[in-house]
């Protein structure tokens, strides 16, 4: 039997992350529960502890100095687990939780597809219809998945979200890269694993909930690129432009955004609903930073 440690990130949720260690405590398959608590403010080690969680045997509680970010928390959380010895850690938000006591079990009983096979639970918002929250291997409808899959299996995954990730890769690859703060750092992640030949399936069996994302407010194609208008505050926005150009630099060796990027930026900027001017400034600043590989900025988004 494997040991499993669930690597829960957390901070200021405390009702959602109640929510998913419940669900967690009831599987099947044993596990151990790692809650990192990115320096919550709302009471959260108080009231676990008034629900009776922090003192099962079977949960450890790390409370951060400091806001790391969801990119830090996942990093430290996953190096904290793999530092107490367990074959795999399986990654999740706070807001998400198994939608049944045999979510893990299913995953489990996949690991034979081979040591370079991350498994990811298939992620959906739906519990009746089970429509997937994120297109997987570019495919958006559960109809689609399930004539492409074989055996219930699909190429494919959702980082971090029921994410079951063996020690040897961690060992191999490395670890979340926090200077990422938040978005992108899956991304990150994920790409590094297939450069070191890892393949990521889903089990369409084992089933996890994961909230759509309710902010994006437009979305079309522009010259060939997506264009996504979202209702977030200007220092999110700024972060996704530096590290999705990070990401393209990194590891395709080319800027995603050139010329036609800039012009996206200013789209995005003008159809914004307030700050246009300073989402576009901060929207530029992205891509300069990116380019320079300068992360310091991330340090005003801890608090």
């Not at 990811?120 to 399930?146: A, C, M, Q």
Request: charged share 25%; aromatic share 14%.
């Amino acid at each position: 039997m494997y040991k499993i440690c669930a690597v829960v990130v957390t901070h200021n949720r405390k009702t959602l992350l109640l929510r998913n260690i419940k669900s967690l405590l009831l599987q099947s398959y044993p596990l151990d529960i790692l809650i990192f608590d990115n320096a919550s403010t709302d009471d959260t080690e108080q009231f676990l502890r008034e629900n009776n969680i922090i003192d099962k045997k079977n949960v450890f509680y790390v409370k951060s100095k400091f806001n790391t970010g969801g990119a830090g928390g996942f990093k430290f959380g996953a190096m904290e687990a793999y530092e107490k010895g367990y074959d795999y850690m399986w990654l999740m938000d706070d807001d998400g939780y198994c939608l049944n006591n045999s979510t893990l079990q299913e995953l489990i009983s996949n690991v034979h597809l081979g040591d370079k096979v991350i498994l990811n639970s298939y992620v959906t918002f739906n519990s009746i219809s089970l429509e997937p929250t994120f297109p997987i291997d570019g495919i958006p409808t559960r109809k689609e998945l399930l004539k492409k899959s074989i055996n219930m299996i699909i190429k494919g995954g959702s980082p971090y979200n029921g994410t079951l990730i063996p020690r040897s890769c961690f060992a191999e690859v490395g670890f979340n890269d926090e200077r990422f703060f938040i978005y992108g750092d899956e991304n990150d992640f994920y790409l590094r694993t297939i450069e070191h030949g890892y393949e990521w399936q889903t089990n369409m069996n084992s089933l996890y909930y994961h909230p759509i994302n309710r902010t994006i407010k437009k979305s079309f194609n522009f010259l060939g690129l997506h264009v996504e208008v979202k209702n977030q505050p200007v220092w999110k926005y700024y972060l996704e432009v530096r590290n999705a150009e990070f990401n393209a630099i990194k590891h395709f060796g080319r800027s995603k955004y050139r010329l036609i990027g800039y012009l996206r930026v200013l789209i995005v900027s003008l159809l914004s609903s307030d700050k246009k001017f300073t989402r576009l400034k901060y929207g530029f600043l992205g891509i300069r930073d990116a380019k320079k590989e300068y992360f310091t900025r991330s340090l005003m988004f801890n608090k």
